[in-house]
């Protein structure tokens, strides 16, 4: 069974710019979670993909969008970057069709923002 | 009154104590609930679900409160292994969305 993969494991941008942060869900999932964890905080939902659609989101501004690929894979993209989007972006996947099944995470993206 | 709410704590206990964290939630309708455990700066790993009144699996136990809306976790002879950061998951508005609460942080020492 493959497990939730991420990349990059680190990346350090500048303020304005602009990143991909991708995802490889777990074999037999078709969910994929996004969620920002700053320091010291649990993590926050951004959305959900499903289907290729976005399933749910949290209260992120729309410069945070995402896109879920045939194959469930999954980025994340976030323009304008701001200081403090500077966190933890880890990905989970999940089943959907168990209602609320438990969310697989990924090791996660370390975004630093300057 | 928060979606998830934690005593960040830290707790430090003594190695083969038993602790205990209580979370609570505001969303009545959530059916199912999830704790997870946190190493710094890794990723959160799935401990235990928790579906009906409770579920145990060997030192840990966590038990469910609907008419009072909390969810516990109990660890049982504790390890230094143990500690770690311990997340309360509920699902709240769509069934879509799990939310975590901030974290209990564990400290266990010798």
């Known amino acids: 069974e493959t497990g939730v993969t991420q990349s990059p494991t680190h990346l350090i941008k500048t303020r304005g710019q602009q990143v991909t942060l991708r995802c490889s869900s777990q074999?037999?999932?078709?969910?994929v979670s996004w969620y920002q964890q700053a320091l010291g905080q649990g993590p926050q939902f951004i959305f959900q993909?499903?289907?290729?659609?976005?399933?749910g989101r949290g209260n992120f501004p729309p410069r945070f969008s995402g896109l879920q690929f045939p194959n469930y894979s999954s980025e994340l993209n976030v323009n304008a970057l701001e200081l403090d989007d500077s966190a933890l972006y880890l990905c989970?996947?999940?089943?959907?069709?168990?209602?609320?099944?438990?969310?697989?995470f990924g090791n996660g993206t370390r975004l630093t923002v300057t | 009154r928060k979606e998830v709410e934690q005593d960040p704590g830290p707790f430090n206990v003594p190695e083969g104590a038993t602790v205990a964290f209580n979370c609570t939630y505001s969303?009545?309708?959530?059916?199912?609930f999830f704790w997870y455990r946190q190493d710094c700066r890794k990723e959160p790993k799935l401990l235990m679900s928790?579906?009906?009144s409770g579920n145990e699996d060997g030192r840990f136990t966590a038990q469910l409160n609907r008419a009072s809306q909390y969810i516990s976790l109990l660890i049982r002879d504790s390890k230094l292994s143990d500690s770690a950061t311990y997340l309360c998951?509920?699902?709240?508005?769509?069934?879509?969305?799990?939310?975590f609460g901030t974290g209990t942080r564990l400290q266990v020492t010798l």
């Open positions: 989970a996947s999940s089943f959907a069709g168990t209602h609320n099944s438990p969310l697989h």
């Open positions: 074999s037999g999932h078709n969910t």
């Open positions: 993909y499903y289907r290729e659609e976005e399933n």
């Open positions: 969303n009545s309708a959530s059916q199912s």
């Open positions: 928790v579906y009906s």
């Open positions: 998951v509920v699902p709240t508005g769509t069934a879509s969305k799990l939310t």
